[in-house]
C-alpha cells in the first residue's frame, strides 16, 4: 500500500465549475501537508500548506486537512482554463529531513 | 530571493554514457537539497537528499549517485546510464517547516 493515495483523474470540469481534488494517507506522523500544481514539462510549484487539522484559504483555493480521517483536500473555486494542470498532494512528518511524499497527481481540465 | 537553477533543461543521452546534472541554490545557506525522478505520467520518487556538506542519504537503490561538494551545490551521476534512467528529474530544496521549492527539472530521455 502506497503511504499517500490520489486519484490520477483526469478530471473534467466546465470554467466555473468548484473542483474537489483529494488525498488519503496511512502514515499518522505526517504533519505538514501541501498541494502543488504543475503545468506540463515544468516543475511543480507550491500552492497551499497547512500544518496539522484545519482549513487555510488562498483566493480561490481552500485546503483542508482532516488528520482524523487522513484525509486531505484541495477546493478550486470559480475555476479558469488555466487552472488545467496536474495537482499533487504531499505530506511529511516533524524530522529534521523535510522528506515530502507525494501522491500520484490528478490531472486536471477546465474547458472554456 | 532564493532561487535554484538547474540544467540542462534537455538531455538525450545514449545507453552506456556517464550522466551530469547539477543544481545549485542562491540566496540561502545551509538548505536541504533533494533530487526526484517523475516518470512519465506518475508521481515524484525521492532519489537523494542531503542535509548538509558530503551528506547524501539514498532512497532507492539504483544506477545513480548524487554529491553535494559545495553548501548549495546538488550533483546527480551516473556512471554507465540504463534505459530505465529516463524521466524527469527535479531538484528542490527548503530551510524551514514549509514545502519545497522546485527547479525547472530535467527531462532526460535514454536512447
Known amino acids: 500500500q502506497k503511504e499517500v493515495e490520489q486519484d490520477p483523474g483526469p478530471l473534467s470540469v466546465p470554467e466555473g465549475a468548484i473542483v474537489s481534488l483529494n488525498c488519503t494517507y496511512s502514515?499518522?506522523?505526517?504533519?505538514?501537508f501541501m498541494w502543488y500544481r504543475q503545468y506540463s514539462r515544468k516543475g511543480p510549484e507550491l500552492l497551499m500548506y497547512t500544518y496539522s487539522s484545519g482549513n487555510k484559504e488562498d483566493g480561490r483555493f481552500t485546503a483542508q486537512v482532516d488528520k482524523s480521517s487522513k484525509y486531505i483536500s484541495l477546493f478550486i473555486r470559480d475555476s479558469q482554463p488555466s487552472d488545467s494542470a496536474t495537482y499533487l498532494c504531499?505530506?511529511?512528518?516533524?524530522?529534521?529531513?523535510?522528506?515530502?511524499?507525494f501522491g500520484s497527481g490528478t490531472r486536471l481540465l477546465v474547458r472554456p | 530571493s532564493q532561487t535554484i537553477h538547474q540544467w540542462p533543461a534537455t538531455l538525450v543521452q545514449p545507453v552506456g554514457s556517464p550522466l551530469s546534472l547539477e543544481c545549485t541554490v542562491e540566496g540561502t545557506s545551509n538548505p536541504n537539497l533533494y533530487w526526484y525522478r517523475q516518470a512519465a505520467g506518475r508521481g515524484l520518487q525521492l532519489l537523494f537528499y542531503s542535509v548538509g556538506i558530503g551528506q547524501i542519504s539514498s532512497e532507492v537503490p539504483q544506477n545513480l549517485s548524487a554529491s553535494r561538494p559545495q553548501d548549495r551545490q546538488f550533483i546527480l551521476s551516473s556512471k554507465k546510464l540504463l534505459l530505465s534512467d529516463s524521466g524527469f528529474y527535479l531538484c528542490?530544496?527548503?530551510?524551514?517547516?514549509?514545502?519545497?521549492?522546485f527547479g525547472s527539472g530535467t527531462r532526460l530521455t535514454v536512447v
Open positions: 528542490a530544496w527548503t530551510t524551514a517547516v514549509a514545502g519545497y521549492t
Open positions: 502514515n499518522s506522523a505526517f504533519q505538514y
Open positions: 504531499a505530506m511529511r512528518r516533524m524530522d529534521s529531513s523535510y522528506k515530502l511524499i
